[in-house]
């Protein structure tokens, strides 16, 4: 188990930071700076940047290489094309090999002057420290809305404790980022996979800032999407959902029944035609959208098992003797199974 860290050519520095990139060019230099600064104040020397290119189409890419060149701590992950933020990160926490590793986007809208904070809380024996947002802003009011609705729907749903309003910048061990690398799902929820690991976990609560440039990449699409992830990813309540409802419509069919050969007993004719079309229309509508809580939870069975990798690296760019691969998936479960 030890040795993890250490796979590869690369000594393992202090701290590894990785940051997930998608058409971001406009505020990159300033991230890249400030989390430079903060990196040093907490961890110098030894300390990597791992920003990960989710297939950009503005120049991220290019930007992205030029930093890796010139700065020793910079490394840049160039992935094969778009495949969202959650692959992404995924991208670079397999890649990066600190002892430490801090998760943060590549907005600023997650401070990471934060960083001593997270430090110093990690010092006290935790083995991931999250953030936890006391307040947004820059953000309009069905984003905040939407997101306190989903976070509280979550707890209910979902058998394990997720934070509510955390995101997936944190401050993660070795010990805990080795375990979620050993996770092999396709649909991540990646805060929800780490409060599933457990060990110690601690929150930190701050304030969250408005983007430093452009705008947000989860449109509500790509919300919703990421939703229902993390319910079928954590729960089976919407599948034992269908079976209460289908009870509860059989009691109503019985009862209506009942009544109908009641009706009939006592000699009436019933002139419920209206009625009798929108219980059809009902039962129909409640039939398939059972039946498409089956099919979603199928859908996924499917994909994951054709065991495709979650991304493709196109190219690595770093100083010299830091362009080897990232390590195998395989390579590392099969590490932490021995
Ligand atoms: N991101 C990514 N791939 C995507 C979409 C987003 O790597 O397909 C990155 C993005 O560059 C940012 C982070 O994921 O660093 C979070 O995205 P965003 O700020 O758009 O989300 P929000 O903060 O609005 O939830
Ligand atoms: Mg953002």
New binding site residues.
Partial sequence: MEDIGQIGERPAPALSVV??????IAGLAEMHRRLGEACRAAAAPSYEIVL?N?GSTDGTGAAIASLATSDPHTVGIDLAR????QI??TAGLEFCHGERILII???L?DPPELLAAFMAKMDQGFDVVYGQRASRQGEGWF?LLSAKLFYRLLGHVVDIDIAPDT?DFRLMNRRALDHLNAMPERYRFIRGMVSWIGLKQAALPYERQA?FAGT???PLK?MLLLAADALTSFSIVPLRFASMLGFVFGLFGLMALGFTVFSWLAGHVLPGWTSLASLILIIGSVQLLMLGIFGEYLGRMYMEAKRRPLYIVDRVVGPSGRNEVPRLREKLAEAIRA
């Fill in positions: 940051v997930p990139c998608y058409n971001e990960v989710d778009n495949y969202g933020h992404a990160l986007d590549a907005d809208q984003k995101g983007r947000t990449h989860y790509k």
